[in-house]
C-alpha cells in the first residue's frame, strides 16, 4: 500500500484552517490509519490514530476524517507550535508500517 | 513516565557494522512491541523492524538478512545490529514503542541517534 500526501507544502498564516490529504492506493481499514506530527529536529509525535480518534493530550483543534482510500487531516484554527511536517501512517498485514511521504505547513 | 532513549549511532564506513541501542523506563521492553523507524536527512519516515512482545520479529524488506533486532530484559533494552552498511542506511533512526492492543500505531518515540554511512 502506498500513501501519498498532497498538498506538499501548504503555506498559512496563524488562525487559518489547515486541510491534509492522505490518499491511499487501495481501500483500507480506517481502524489502521494514524497521522502524526513533527518539528524540526524532534521525533514524530503521535496526533491522530484510527483515522478520528485523537491521541492523549491532543488539543481539539486537531480532527482526522475518512475511509476507503482517502482521509484527512485538519487543523481548524493554526497556532504557532502547528507549524510542523504532518505524516500518515497505515499498517498492513504484509507486516508493514507504511508512511506517506509528508505535508509541511509553513507560515505564510 | 514511559519513555525510549536511543544510542549508539555514529559514524561508519560503508561495509561496516553498528548496534544501536533502545533504553526503556517506565514499562518493560517484554510487554511493549518495540520497533524502529528511519529518516534519511531531509526525507520521511521508513519502518525498519520491530520485535514483538512474544519475541518474533519482522523487518522491511530493505534491511532483510542485514539488520537484526533483539532484547535483553535485565537491561530492559533492545538492540538493532546492522550488518553491510551501505550509505543508503545512512538516516536518524528512531525506536517507537506500541501496546499489543494498538499495534498498528506508535505512541512512544526517542529522540533518535543519527547513522551516517560514508568513508
Known sequence: IVLTQSPGTLSLS???????????????????LAWYQQKP??????????ASSRATDIPDRF?????GTDFTLTISRLEPEDFAVYYCQYYDSSPAWTFGQGTKVEIK | EVQVVE????????????????????????????????QAPGKGLEWVSI?????????????????????DKSQNTVYLQMNSLSAEDTAVYYCAGTDWDRYWYFDV???????????
Open chain 1, 14 to 32: 496563524p488562525g487559518e484552517r489547515a486541510t491534509l490529504s492522505c490518499r491511499a492506493s487501495q481501500s483500507v481499514y480506517s481502524s489502521y
Open chain 2, 51 to 71: 520485535i514483538y512482545s512474544g519475541g518474533s520479529t519482522d523487518y522491511a524488506d530493505s534491511v532483510k538478512g542485514r539488520f537484526s533486532i533483539s532484547r
Open chain 1, 41 to 50: 529536529s524532534q521525533a514524530p509525535r503521535l496526533l491522530i490514530y484510527g
Open chain 2, 109 to 119: 518515540w526517542g529522540r533518535g541517534t543519527l547513522v551516517t554511512v560514508s568513508s
Open chain 1, 63 to 67: 480532527s482526522g476524517s475518512g475511509s
Open chain 2, 7 to 38: 544510542s549508539g549511532g555514529g559514524l561508519i564506513q560503508p561495509g561496516g557494522s553498528l548496534r544501536l541501542s533502545c533504553a526503556a523506563s517506565g514499562f518493560s521492553v517484554n510487554s511493549k512491541y518495540i520497533g524502529w523507524v528511519r
